[in-house]
């Protein structure tokens, strides 16, 4: 059990990183307290919380301890001078604009591992630059991603297209502006990697198919826009399965017609990393970019973070708007942010949120958007909530349910009170239920197709895509199976079919609300502020658990939870704790993961990809 210090320390890691550029001052400059005010000025020295007359790590560590603490609490006093944004909460937020008064030297910024916090931190101080982080990350991914890293070992293949150009004017843009106005937004200057189904106007946009190479658009995805409004860099586009369908991350996008390229997980490149959102999942874990972005219709989020030890977010359905990126199945599909903390998360996922017309069921989420998802970031979250969850999810790979009856313990000590739940009538519906992405996915895709494909590209339609030579070979039409290849039996979804699934009172459509409304009635009667389950077992999935959160629309967010042992099934292989709530409960699942992953501070860095030299 961590100590609260070491918790907040653990939570941002950031006091190595700005103690190493922490000015020292002559001794004659702080040979007493009234020397060393004067000399550093009232703009570093009123945020002081710790008596040394300048804001400090230490001081940073205080705040971070201090997340979730009140103007109604009883230790506002001592911190509300840090409210800086005055809403009445001390959060990351407060945290991040307090770093700008940190006086540094030419310390080192170390890239490998650092937090969105750390990267602002280092930034405001004039420690590194974004242009200078932005290049840093295109140099990892040229060293990195397409070369073996020793013998017997795979080539990540996480990254499909480098904007180099237009990632440095916009590192540019972003030093300028903090340069003018100082810290504008928690993503100023930090870059980002996409996976290759979201709509970019400065990079093609693929899906992961070759037979789509050519497919620049003019315009971004919605969510794209919010990134960019934030000052984030987009850097590259994330390797993906083609265009979407498996979870092996396989893609055929930039190889030669009838190649193909598989993803390999970081941390043991014999093994994929997941899918369908493999490549952000590999290339987060590796540190190729600050954040990831991926989507999620059975899990394609939550399994790479599952197996690249990754926090993932699939949000509710409808919060994050998915205009501009290919779809699989309109009616599970869902963005999401992919990172190496929770906090990071969380202020990726305030970028994205908000309602667009382009996706009409993004008005649900009128009213229910916090100010930020980081003001619930709290190492106290879990004290006296209830958490429930079914045995049945457990499954039975002993890793697995090792790690599960650790988590368990660990979420009590926290404060959690932790019990099993009875399963529902029509609870097996729930998770029987398939995924839309074989009854859908022709109608979905050509409504993308219609809209956004670059007319140049001549595949024009599912059935148009099964006859293209560039694509993955065992996919489309061959000698040996003409009619029940994956995208030749999909196209010949007829528009009947799709209604009779996915239309207004289509089985699909009827049975998705009737799993929302069960799960929903569970928790109320049970009285529970979330489910948990093992998000997968190591390098492998639970089946029944990816299905829960998008056969209800309900919110997901999976944080680590461990790793398998020796005399283990795989020893190393990573394994997730999974958070479900109900509509729209995104906050409160973010800090019930921030307060459980810093109890525990699970995630390992991969070993093959360290620091450049």
């Not at 991040?96 to 080192?108: C, F, T, V």
């Amino acid at each position: 059990m961590k100590t609260p210090t070491s918790r907040a320390i653990a939570t941002l890691a950031i006091a190595g990183t700005l103690t190493a550029g922490a000015v020292t001052l002559p001794a004659t400059a702080v040979a007493d307290d009234t020397a060393s005010a004067p000399f550093l000025m009232p703009y570093y020295t009123e945020l002081d919380l710790t008596g040394d007359h300048q804001v400090t790590a230490d001081d940073l560590d205080v705040i971070a301890s201090a997340f979730g603490t009140t103007s109604t609490d009883a230790g506002w006093a001592a911190v509300s001078k840090v409210d800086l944004d005055t809403d009445g909460v001390i959060t990351v937020a407060d945290l991040a604009a307090a770093s700008q008064r940190i006086i540094y030297d030419d310390g080192p910024f170390e890239l490998v591992e650092a937090s969105v916090i750390e990267m602002q931190a280092a930034m405001n101080a004039g420690v590194t630059t974004s242009v200078e982080i932005t290049q840093a990350y295109i140099d990892r991914i040229a060293a990195y991603d397409r070369v073996a890293q020793g013998e017997g070992q795979r080539a990540l293949n996480s990254i499909v297209t480098v904007g180099s150009a237009p990632a440095l004017a916009a590192a540019a843009a972003a030093d300028a502006v903090r340069a003018e106005s100082g810290l504008t937004s928690m993503l100023l200057g930090i870059p980002v990697a996409l996976k290759d189904n979201y709509n970019t106007l400065d990079m093609p946009t693929t899906a992961g198919c070759g037979c789509w190479d050519g497919n620049q658009t003019t315009t971004d995805a919605f969510m794209v826009e919010g990134l960019r409004a934030d000052g984030a860099v987009i850097l590259a586009k994330a390797s993906m399965d083609e265009f979407a369908v498996n979870l092996s991350s396989t893609f055929s996008a930039g190889q030669a017609a009838g190649s193909t390229l598989d993803v390999s997980s970081p941390y043991n490149t014999a093994r994929n990393a997941g899918g369908s959102s493999g490549g952000t999942g590999a290339s987060i874990a590796a540190n190729f970019a600050a954040l990831g972005f991926g989507t999620d219709t059975g899990g394609s989020i939550r399994i790479p973070s599952n197996y690249n030890q990754l926090v993932g977010v699939r949000p509710t359905v409808g919060l994050a708007s998915r205009d501009g990126i290919v779809p699989l199945a309109l009616s599970q599909d869902t963005g999401g942010p992919m990172a190496r903390s929770v906090v990071d998360a969380a202020v990726a996922l305030d970028a994205v949120v908000g309602i667009d017309d382009g996706d009409p069921v993004t008005a649900r989420q009128s009213g229910l958007v916090p100010a930020s998802y980081t003001s619930g970031l709290s190492s106290t979250a879990l004290e006296g909530t209830k958490i429930g969850y079914v045995p049945a999810m457990i499954g039975s790979n002993a890793s697995t349910v090792r790690l599960f009856n650790a988590a368990i313990a660990d979420l009590r000590a926290q404060g959690a009170e932790v019990v099993e739940v009875a399963t529902p009538e029509g609870w097996a519906a729930i998770l029987a239920e398939g995924s839309g992405s074989g009854p859908e996915f022709n109608h979905d895709l050509q409504i993308y197709i219609d809209a956004y494909l670059n007319p140049a590209v001549t595949t024009r339609s599912l059935a148009q895509i099964s006859e293209s030579p560039n694509i993955i070979p065992n996919r489309g039409i061959t000698a040996s199976n003409p009619n029940n290849a994956t995208y030749v039996s999909r196209s010949r979804v007829t528009p009947e079919a799709y209604e009779a699934w996915a239309g207004p009172e289509g089985t699909h459509t009827l049975q998705l609300a009737r799993g929302k409304q069960i799960v929903t009635a569970m928790m109320e009667a049970e009285g529970l502020d979330a489910l948990v389950y093992p998000t997968g077992n190591p390098y492998g999935t639970i089946g029944t658990n990816m299905r829960l959160s998008p056969n209800t629309g309900l919110p997901a967010v999976t944080v680590p939870m461990g790793q398998a042992v020796e005399g283990e099934q795989i020893p190393g292989g990573g394994a997730n704790l999974e958070f479900l709530g109900r509509d729209f409960s995104e906050g409160a699942l973010l800090g019930f993961a921030f307060d459980y992953e810093q109890a525990t501070g699970h995630r390992t860095p991969p070993t093959l990809y360290p620091a450049l030299d």
